[in-house]
């Protein structure tokens, strides 16, 4: 697994028992795994509602409790043999591995008795193993005792503890679920059968038939005590619990069984709270509850009703958890049926020794807040890893009280934690007839009459300051470059970034960011405040100088077009006494109330409650106007700004103003013909437009225009780009298809990212552009699948020659395939760029090609966004963005001038080539296209200088350094003419059949 932030409990003792020479028994599984869905990532829980008798760091593991499952799918082998607990071993009798394969405690385990049975020695912690069909058998003694070479497709599912309830909720059922959303996606595999262990209880059986349908006659009994079977085809779903996380998909699970399952519950007397009763199942050799009729009673005092699982159907306990609001009992697997609650409901934990992180990734999935109570008394039993533990009567009794009175509250106290409930601050009532500030007066502390000697400063913060940001919904998508320089800016500085991505209910974003920051606050903390759309530079200081100069203000601000406070971006000072932390919990609290005409700035926001609020003198003299750099909107501003906040005249700036060029990066020319031809076609877009205005009201232009254009192709022996139009803006069109000129900056970026032997899909291959120009860089060895209508797939063929594999494929309407559809039905497991163009439905053909983007982990895609197209199917077009970033891909404009935009901007206007790829693959991509390459010349400023002057007219650039082939004349109108020198005319013919035309794809 990658990416926790709680390393697994397991691995030190896993690494000390590869130490003692285990490694030559294990190998690596990643070979045999087919990937079906991406990898996820799993959010933080929510905080712990309370702890009982536990150190405060137990709370904060449990509260970063956060990573990435890898990707999941299955493990194929062939051939292959099966011993205990399911464990797969090779032809060379090595145990293949793989985090979500096999459970790291299970490795662990058998790493103990390769250390006992194989080596003949003790393990490290002195534990004593009855001898084992698996060591006999990684030994050579033990022989296969059976076969399997029925032609159905065995699906492995005997794992460790199939005899308990948990791991058949967490692991065995989440497994054979997964398996058939696998089976969903790829067509073909046939009959399959089912291994379970052969001491199944009777229970989990029936449970099999009834959530999956699957009978008896659809299982494989494996005998864990002595088989070792060789099978010949076999499937070992992924796990979707990677200890110490819970992958998200695991929800889905939980739909199907309450969508199949529960509603074969007729019962309507459920109790809301429950106490499980484990009793049944208490022994010293496992785990013992120590007067546990005491501990049933007092829950039953606390109103909770005490149940046993094992009594009930499987319908009707789900129809009990799912609709509980407590669920209580002993740590372990009857807790863990929380697993079907929702996020209103608590579980509470009674904790022992043996406890796992199990229960807080059951939350995290669920959305749940729970409550841990540690035992006032412990011991090991002696025999085996038996544990015996109680609570005290009164103890237990006082901590139920307190945890329904949290329960019953609308904001619980606060834990301490960044992710705490609201800190409590009064509440106004509407009955209050004093002002605001005069009833928080009334209510707290005199609020805003402290010193300056109890307000800290930076230096002496014993918590980092935070950098806030709340980027919900396409945020987070379409502002990449902004949230980059946020990050880039608390590293700078030792500053914690701190990004909310999800809405905090009831509140929107804008509130949520409030909310956030009171937490921040409440603990002591200094804060930046700033809004997704805000750009840090590299000039910005740290934010904790303007607070050390003015130790006597709370509240630092900078002031918007309209000349008021603007909330993007706020310096606030944290404590308990600060008047930062009571402006923003009385905006919250008042955020239902309307504000003055005066102060209003949007509906739905905070900026006018915190307009309204800091004109009254309480914190007003508690604020501080700082210099507009820190919060720059206006476009004039732009290079002092500390901070740019792309709203108002920036944002209109941005793609239509100098903005846009000075925030992107240009591509690096490797010799002075790629920089004369990409200054031709620079020049070419500067008067395209009044170009085509000339041909549209001159007729005769026009005309003399279309010969000249016919003339190229002949020379060129080219048929002509669709669509096939008459009007002037298709003519212009095949014109710069013929000339090198069209999409000029996206053939420069397939020429630099294509090498030998990539395999590029291409959905709108026509005119064939694009593929002449991946043909040129990936050579003979590539491999090319052209996917187009089928008089474009004729044109494609007329114009770029034989490519190995053209298409006839609609990727939109009634009868159309999916890139995942073509690629596996063309036996294609890996694509190295994708380039989509479909007419406003890129985010269709990016969903359908989620597998194939998924098993690639450099794949470049290449998306044509047209927001007029897009608009007229009803959508937007940053939803093609936020699509691709739900693939984990970051998309950059590619713009006309040979220069990357910064990440995750979307332009809305103007249809545009976007160059999209995860994240860690961007830095090698921009050193592809931002930097010279290694042995190329450089360009001196002379040289640039003297290939970089502007045209004199529209027609001479293109003509004189990217074509070479005609004579331009001096009427702009007439973009091409034919030269009447017969040499002129010759040279041209030779020229056109031996100049690759600077290697961009032009036929």
């Known amino acids: 697994m990658a990416g926790s932030t709680i390393p697994d409990p397991l691995i030190p003792r896993l690494e000390q028992l590869r130490a003692d020479g285990v490694d030559q028994f294990y190998a690596d599984a990643a070979p045999h795994k087919v990937i079906v869905f991406p990898e996820v990532e799993v959010p933080r829980p929510k905080p712990i509602l309370a702890t009982y008798g536990l150190k405060k760091g137990f709370a904060h593991k449990h509260n970063r409790l956060e990573g990435t499952i890898p990707a999941s799918g299955y493990y194929y082998f062939k051939s292959h043999y099966v011993s205990r607990s399911g464990t797969v071993l090779d032809e060379k009798r090595r145990i293949q591995y793989a985090p979500d394969m096999i459970s790291s405690y299970w490795m662990w385990y058998l790493s103990k008795i390769i250390v006992s049975d194989v080596f003949g020695r003790v393990p490290s912690d002195n534990i004593q193993l009855e001898p084992s069909s698996i060591g006999s058998f990684l030994k050579g003694e033990a022989a296969v005792n059976r076969k399997i070479d029925d032609s159905a497709l ?9 005899v308990v309830y948990g791991h058949w909720l967490l692991d065995v059922f989440p497994c054979i679920w997964h398996f058939m959303r696998c089976r ?144 209580a009992g002993e740590f372990g697997s009857g807790v863990h049926n929380a697993l079907f609650g929702g996020p209103e409901q608590v579980p509470v934990a009674l904790l022992h020794m043996k406890h796992n992180w199990n229960q807080s990734a059951i939350a995290a999935l669920r959305g749940q807040r729970l409550a841990y109570i540690a035992p006032t008394s412990q011991r090991w039993t002696g025999l085996g890893k038996g544990v015996a533990y109680g609570f005290d009567a009164d103890m237990l009794r006082d901590a139920l009280s307190d945890l329904l009175a949290r329960m019953g509250q609308s904001q619980p106290e606060e834990t301490a934690e960044d992710e705490a409930p609201i800190p409590d601050g009064p509440v106004l009532n509407d009955e209050d007839e004093a002002t605001p ?97 805000a750009e840090i530079t590299r000039r910005a200081p740290h934010f904790g100088t303007l607070l050390n100069a003015h130790p006597d203000r709370d509240i630092f601000y900078a002031t918007g077009i309209s000349g008021r406070p603007n909330s993007g971006v706020m310096l606030l000072r944290g404590g308990k006494d600060s008047a930062a ?80 060029r000075q925030l992107s990066r240009r591509f ?77 900056a996206t053939c420069e ?25 991946a043909l040129n860089a990936a050579g003979l060895a590539g491999r090319f699948i052209a996917l187009d209508s089928p008089a474009a797939v004729v044109t494609l063929r007329a114009n770029v020659g034989r490519v190995p594999r053209t298409l006839v494929a609609q ?76 693939l984990g891909l970051i998309a950059r404009r590619i713009n006309p001038d040979f220069s990357l935009a910064p990440a995750g901007l979307c332009d809305p206007e103007l249809a545009s080539d976007y160059l999209v790829t995860r994240a860690t693959c ?82």
């Open 184 to 327: 969903e996606a790829r067509e073909g595999m046939g009959p399959v059968k089912y291994m379970i262990t052969a001491n199944a209880p009777p229970w989990a059986i029936a449970y099999l038939e009834m959530a999956f349908g699957i009978t008896r006659d659809d299982l494989i009994l494996f005998d864990d005590a002595v088989d070792i079977i060789k099978i010949k085809r076999m499937v070992v779903p992924s796990l979707l619990r990677v200890s110490p996380l819970i992958s998200p998909r695991m929800n889905g699970f939980v739909d199907h069984l309450l969508a199949t399952v529960r509603p074969l519950s007729k019962r309507d007397d459920l109790p809301r709270r429950v106490f499980i009763s484990r009793e049944r199942y208490a022994t010293e050799a496992n785990k013992l509850l120590v007067d546990s009729e005491q501990t049933q009673a007092v829950f039953e005092e606390m109103g909770c009703t005490t149940i046993r699982p094992e009594e009930m159907s499987w319908p009707d306990q789900l129809a009990l958890f799912s609709n509980a609001e407590l669920v």
């Open 581 to 660: 932390l009571a402006l923003l919990r009385l905006c919250l609290d008042r955020r239902a109330t309307s504000v003055p005409l005066e102060d209003f700035v949007t509906e739905d926001g905070e900026n006018g409650h915190i307009i309204h609020f800091l004109k009254h003198e309480q914190f007003r003299e508690r604020a501080q106007e700082i210099d507009p750099a820190w919060n720059s909107t206006l476009p004039q501003d732009f290079a002092r700004a500390y901070v740019r906040h792309y709203t108002n005249r920036l944002r209109s700036s941005l793609w239509r103003g100098d903005t846009m």
């Open 922 to 1003: 961007w830095p090698n991509l921009e050193r592809a296209l931002l930097f010279r390459r290694t042995g190329s010349p450089t360009l001196g400023r002379e040289t640039r200088s003297r290939l970089q002057r502007s045209p004199a007219s529209f027609t001479e650039a293109p003509l004189a350094t990217a074509t070479s082939r005609f004579t331009p004349t001096a009427d702009r109108g007439a973009l091409i003419e034919h030269s009447t020198s017969a040499n002129a005319t010759e040279n041209s013919k030779n020229k056109a059949m031996n100049t690759s035309s600077s290697s961009r794809g032009v036929c």
């Open 811 to 886: 990727l939109t309407g009634p009868d159309a395939r999916t890139i995942d559809g073509i690629c596996k039905a063309s036996r294609i497991k890996t694509v190295d760029l994708i380039r989509i163009q479909a007419e406003g439905h890129e985010a269709k053909v990016l969903q359908g090609a989620s597998d194939v983007i998924a098993a690639a982990s450099g794949i470049v895609v290449i998306a044509k966004i047209d927001p007029a197209k897009t608009r007229a199917l009803g959508l937007q077009p940053e939803q093609i963005i936020e699509a691709a970033f739900d």
């Open 154 to 162: 065995i699906v492995n599912l005997v794992k460790p503890g199939t």
């Open 668 to 744: 690096a020319p490797r010799s002075e013909d790629e920089f004369r031809s990409r200054s031709a076609a620079i020049g070419h877009q500067a008067g395209r437009a009044a170009f085509l205005a000339d041909i549209n009201t001159d007729p005769e232009r026009f005309s003399r225009f279309t010969q000249t254009v016919r003339m190229l192709y002949r020379l060129r022996r080219l048929s002509p780009p669709l669509p096939a139009r008459d009007d002037p803006e298709a003519w212009l069109l095949r014109y710069e298809f013929a000339a090198g000129l069209l999409d000029a």
């Open 749 to 773: 970026v397939v020429t630099r990212i294509m090498r030998p032997g990539m395999t590029i899909v291409d959905t709108s291959a026509a005119p064939g552009h694009i593929m002449r120009t």
């Open 437 to 533: 500030i005069e009833a928080w007066n009334g209510k707290q502390r005199p609020l805003l009459a402290a010193t300056a000697e109890h307000r800290p400063v930076i230096a002496s913060d014993k918590r980092r300051p935070a950098l806030l940001v709340v980027a919900t919904g396409s945020y987070q998508a379409l502002w990449q470059f902004c949230l980059e320089s946020q990050r880039a800016y608390a590293l700078r500085f030792g500053i914690e970034y701190v990004i909310r991505t999800q809405e905090r209910p009831p509140y929107n974003g804008k509130w949520t960011k409030i909310v956030h920051a009171i937490f921040l606050l409440a603990a002591g903390r200094n804060v930046m405040m700033v809004d997704a759309d």
